[in-house]
């Protein structure tokens, strides 16, 4: 050999490329075998999307992201108390209002310092009215980003995250047809 390497000091340079340029594939020795089986299946997700259609946070529960479980009925529990709390006061002004064009005047809002008088009925039952819809449009959004985010994150599961993000540009030039060919390897 032209240039001998001392034994010590290879195996020192084989230790410190082991430690500097790791495995990429030893990544995936780190998943469980039930992770590993969901990254492989190309129908985990639309299965998650399913799932979570069916009852919300089981697709998060399914790919193994059941920290989202509470987040996604914390949403929806949130937009369906702040429902129930708008349509139970449109319903009270309503029976109120209803009430007073019958002629009977003891509902609670003329017990107050202010009595309510009828129009204000009328408005303070759209002002409900209008949260209660609003509080049933975030009760649809967070079922359908609840949706939505299992199948994203199914997605990414099976995304390839490789350690090495290098570019490397290729030219090539070609000698019997005209122009150049451009190709980035990733």
């Given at each position: 050999?032209?240039?001998?390497?001392p034994?010590?000091?290879e195996?020192?340079?084989?230790?410190?490329?082991?430690?500097?340029?790791?495995?990429s594939m030893?990544?995936?020795?780190?998943?469980?075998?039930r992770?590993q089986?969901?990254?492989?299946?190309?129908?985990?997700?639309?299965?998650?999307?399913?799932?979570?259609?069916?009852?919300?946070?089981?697709?998060?529960?399914?790919?193994?992201?059941?920290?989202?479980?509470?987040?996604?009925?914390?949403?929806?529990?949130?937009?369906y108390?702040?429902?129930?709390?708008?349509?139970?006061?449109?319903?009270?002004?309503?029976?109120?209002?209803?009430?007073r064009l019958?002629?009977?005047?003891?509902?609670?809002?003329?017990?107050?310092?202010?009595?309510?008088?009828?129009?204000?009925?009328?408005?303070?039952?759209?002002?409900?009215?209008?949260?209660?819809d609003?509080?049933?449009?975030?009760?649809?959004?967070?079922?359908?980003?609840?949706?939505?985010?299992?199948?994203?994150?199914?997605?990414?599961?099976?995304?390839?995250?490789?350690?090495?993000?290098?570019?490397?540009?290729?030219?090539?030039?070609?000698?019997?047809?005209?122009?150049?060919?451009?190709?980035?390897?990733?």
């Amino acid at each position: 050999m032209a240039q001998e390497i001392p034994e010590e000091e290879e195996n020192e340079n084989r230790e410190l490329n082991t430690i500097v340029i790791p495995d990429s594939m030893a990544y995936a020795k780190n998943y469980s075998l039930r992770i590993q089986r969901l990254i492989n299946d190309p129908l985990t997700p639309s299965k998650a999307a399913f799932y979570s259609a069916i009852i919300p946070g089981l697709g998060q529960a399914y790919i193994g992201k059941a920290w989202k479980v509470p987040i996604v009925y914390a949403a929806m529990g949130t937009s369906y108390y702040y429902f129930n709390l708008q349509n139970k006061q449109m319903n009270e002004y309503r029976t109120a209002y209803k009430q007073r064009l019958n002629g009977i005047f003891n509902d609670r809002f003329l017990e107050k310092d202010i009595p309510i008088t009828t129009e204000q009925l009328l408005l303070g039952m759209d002002f409900h009215k209008n949260y209660r819809d609003m509080a049933m449009l975030f009760l649809a959004a967070s079922y359908m980003l609840n949706i939505l985010d299992a199948n994203v994150s199914a997605h990414l599961l099976q995304f390839n995250v490789n350690d090495d993000l290098s570019v490397a540009p290729n030219l090539f030039f070609d000698q019997e047809q005209s122009g150049i060919r451009f190709a980035l390897k990733f």
